[in-house]
C-alpha cells in the first residue's frame, strides 16, 4: 500500500489522539468524517495501523524503577526465554538486537527487591548486564510529531 500525503496526515493526528472522531479529525484535514473513516479502515486492513493503545502514567501505579538490561543468551533455544518476556508483566520491551547482547530489554517495576526478583528468574536463560534510569528525558508518544 503507497500511502500519501492525506494518509500522513491522517496517522499524525491519530497518534495525537486516537480517540478522535472522525468527522473532527477530517474538519482538520478538509475531508468528510466518512471520507476519513474509510481511509483509515484501509490503513488498518493493510496493517499499517495495527492497534491503538493507551498510555498510562507508571509512577501512579508505583512503577518508579526503570531498568535497561542487556542479555545474553548461553543457549540458542530462544523459545522459552521469549515466552517468559511475553508473560511477565514487568517487561515494558524486548529487542533482539546486533551488537553487545541478543536481547535489550526495558522493565519497569515497584521496588529493587522486585527487580531483583526479575534478575534472578532470568539467570537460568543467561547473563546480563543492568542500566537503571535516573531521569527520564523524553518520551517519544507519537511517530509523526510534528
Do not use: P
Amino acid at each position: 500500500m503507497e500511502l500519501d500525503n492525506i494518509d500522513f496526515q491522517i496517522l499524525r493526528l491519530l497518534s495525537e489522539n486516537s480517540r478522535i472522531q472522525w468527522k473532527d479529525l477530517g474538519e482538520q484535514i478538509h475531508m468528510t468524517g466518512q471520507a476519513v473513516g474509510n481511509r483509515i479502515k484501509k490503513l488498518e486492513e493493510n496493517g499499517v495501523i495495527k492497534a491503538y493503545s493507551l498510555l498510562v502514567d507508571e509512577t501512579k501505579l508505583g512503577l518508579s524503577y526503570t531498568a535497561f538490561i542487556i542479555f545474553y543468551m548461553k543457549t540458542t533455544d530462544h523459545d522459552s526465554f521469549i515466552r517468559l518476556m511475553n508473560d511477565r508483566k514487568e517487561v515494558m520491551e524486548v529487542h533482539r538486537v546486533s551488537g553487545e547482547g541478543c536481547y535489550h530489554i526495558k522493565v519497569k517495576v515497584s521496588s529493587q527487591e522486585k527487580l531483583n526478583l526479575f534478575l534472578d528468574k532470568i539467570l537460568e536463560y543467561g547473563n546480563y548486564s543492568v542500566h537503571l534510569s535516573i531521569k527520564e528525558i523524553k518520551q517519544q508518544h507519537s511517530l509523526y510529531a510534528t
